[in-house]
Each structure stands twice: as C-alpha cells, then as structure tokens.
C-alpha cells in the first residue's frame, strides 16, 4: 500500500513537472514569436520610412525635371514683353523665350497673368515659379535670385507730338502718368524725386493701356515708361507721340537692365532656366526670337549676345 501510495505521489510529481515544463514552454514559445512580429514591425516603419524619403526625393527631384509645369507671372498689358494679341492670345519676346526654354526641357509652359504690384505675393506663395516680363534688376539686386540680364531698359517720358513738351524741365506743372510699383515709379520716388516735386500731379496707373489712353485723350500730359513698352504704343498708333530724348539721352528718366527674377534662394531653377536662355544664345534661336519684335525698337536693347 505504502508503495503504491509512493509510484502514485511519484507518478503526480512528473504530471506537475510535465505541467509546469508545458507553461514554460508555452511562454517561451509566445516568446519566442513576438520578437519576429516587432522585427516585422519595425522593418515595416523602415520600410515605410525609407518609401516616404525615396517618394520625397522623387517629388523634389520633379520640381525641376521633364514634364514639370513652369508657371511664369507676366503683366498682360506690357508688350512687347507680354501682352494679348488680337486673337486673345498671350504673346510676346519674354513669353516666347519662356516657351523656347520649356520646349528644350519637357516643361510645359503656363502663362499666368498677374497684378503688378501682387508680384512678390505670387511668387513668395508658389503660385508662380518666376517673374519673366521686363522685369526691372537694379535696386532690386537682394529681394529675388535673378538671371543675367539680358536687355539694357531705360524710362522715358512719351508726351504728344504738338504737346509743347521738349525736354524733362517742361514737365513743370503738368500731369504725369506712371504705372503703379514700376520702375519708373521708384526712380520718380528716388533719384528724380526733385524732379516730380516740380509736376503738377502724379497719376498711379494699374497698367499702361490704361495710362496711355488718358494720354490720348488730354487726361495727363506725360507718361513715364519703359522705353520698349513706348515704342510699342507709338508704333501701334501709327505716331502722334514722341519721346523725350535729348542730346546723348540726356531727357531719359533713367536706365536699367531686365533679368528674370526667381524666389530668393531658388538657385537650381534658376540655373536651369539661365543655362538653357544661353544656349539658345549660343545657337542663335535667342535673336531669332528677338527679330519677331523689331519693328518696337526691341534688337537695340538686348544686351545678351552681342
């Protein structure tokens, strides 16, 4: 009796350790698989990781790659440089270089007008990735990442061909017309501030179609304005108009050259643009280009290429 007490207390002991022995197993089988499931878990947030670094990086690199959309911010109403033709299309010498430069690049081109004096808010925000339209460098040097210049711009004043008015001292007096956050405007708040002292008034204008028919009809006497965008509107009326010019120019209101301007700092863009704007320098398109645009006096001032 005793011994079969004993082969049963024994016979329950291995049961308990065979129990004992099957949890521990258990645990260490449980164990055993959840650091393959954290391994899976972390590679896959590497692997997540490593597809959001390389879809990034395929963004960034789209930025500038073919088939990229190239938004340039242009004045409507400025030609030659960028203005609507008769058939209401968006034409002009800068708007032409832009698509020549698109061309070359796989880009396509968008042509978007804007406000004058909203310029830096469509570039600072990204709705435009540059500002090609006879755009003004000198005194600006800082505030945007330009390309090399490549027209010699100067501000002239276009008066009536019997208005009386010869020279910039004539000017006393009179009502003056400028384009609103133009160059002619800061060189008229700046350098010639004297000089606009001395007009009667000095008439802020959102373009110069605008400011060119109060000329016309007697509204102002004057009109300060780029000269390219002056021979323009003289030719375009078959004359009656005249700019004050003088002996060496000496009745300009002031000089200056055009580039294009990109946001601060947008070097790689710009790069770009300016390697293919001198390319086509190179190969000859750049003046072919220009020639369209003759007859507005434009191959006088172009400065790149010469």
Same mark, same amino acid.
């Given at each position: 009796?005793?011994k079969?007490v004993?082969?049963?207390?024994a016979?329950m002991m ?5 129990g ?13 698989v ?6 899976a ?9 490593t597809?959001d670094?390389?879809?990034a990086?395929?963004t960034a690199a ?8 190239f ?12 203005y ?11 708007l ?22 909203s ?8 709705a ?8 003004t460098?000198?005194?600006?040097e ?9 027209v ?12 009386g008015?010869s ?5 006393a007096?009179k009502?003056?017309?400028v ?10 708040e700046g350098?010639?501030?004297? +000089? &606009?002292?001395?007009? =009667? %008034?000095? !008439?802020?204008?959102?373009d110069?179609?605008t ?5 016309e009809? #007697?509204a102002?006497d004057? +009109? &300060?304005?780029d000269? =390219? %965008?002056a !021979?323009?509107q ?10 004050l010019? #003088?002996a060496?120019?000496a ?28 390319e086509m ?26």
């Amino acid at each position: 009796m005793k011994k079969a007490v004993a082969i049963l207390l024994a016979g329950m002991m291995v049961f308990g350790l065979a129990g004992c022995g099957s949890k521990t197993s258990e645990g260490a089988g449980s164990e055993a698989v959840s650091v393959p499931e954290s391994s899976a878990a972390a590679e896959s947030a590497v692997t997540e990781s490593t597809a959001d670094t390389q879809e990034a990086e395929s963004t960034a690199a789209a930025d500038t790659g073919e088939g990229r959309q190239f938004v340039v911010g242009f004045d409507a109403e400025f030609p030659p440089y960028g203005y609507k033709d008769g058939s209401g299309e968006y034409v002009g010498f800068d708007l032409d270089l832009a698509a020549e430069v698109c061309k070359r690049q796989g880009w396509e081109l968008v042509k978007q007008p804007i406000d004058w004096d909203s310029k830096d808010m469509e570039l600072d925000s990204g709705a435009i990735d540059c500002i090609w339209n006879g755009f003004t460098m000198n005194g600006r040097e800082d505030q945007y990442t330009w390309s090399v210049p490549y027209v010699d711009n100067s501000q002239v004043f276009v008066v009536a061909d019997d208005s009386g008015i010869s020279v910039k001292a004539d000017l006393a007096g009179k009502a003056v017309g400028v384009q609103k956050d133009s160059s002619a405007l800061a060189a008229l708040e700046g350098d010639e501030k004297e +000089l &606009a002292d001395t007009f =009667g %008034v000095l !008439n802020q204008y959102a373009d110069y179609n605008t400011a060119f028919m109060d000329l016309e009809a #007697g509204a102002i006497d004057a +009109l &300060a304005i780029d000269i =390219g %965008v002056a !021979n323009y509107q003289i030719s375009s009326r078959e004359g009656g108009y005249v700019i004050l010019e #003088g002996a060496d120019h000496a009745e300009y209101l002031s000089t200056e050259q055009y580039g294009i301007g990109f946001k601060k700092g947008n070097e790689e863009l710009k790069d770009i643009v300016e390697a293919t704007l001198l390319e086509m320098v190179d190969d000859g398109s750049f003046m072919t280009i220009a020639e369209k645009y003759a007859d507005y006096g434009l191959l006088d001032s172009i400065c790149l290429g010469k």
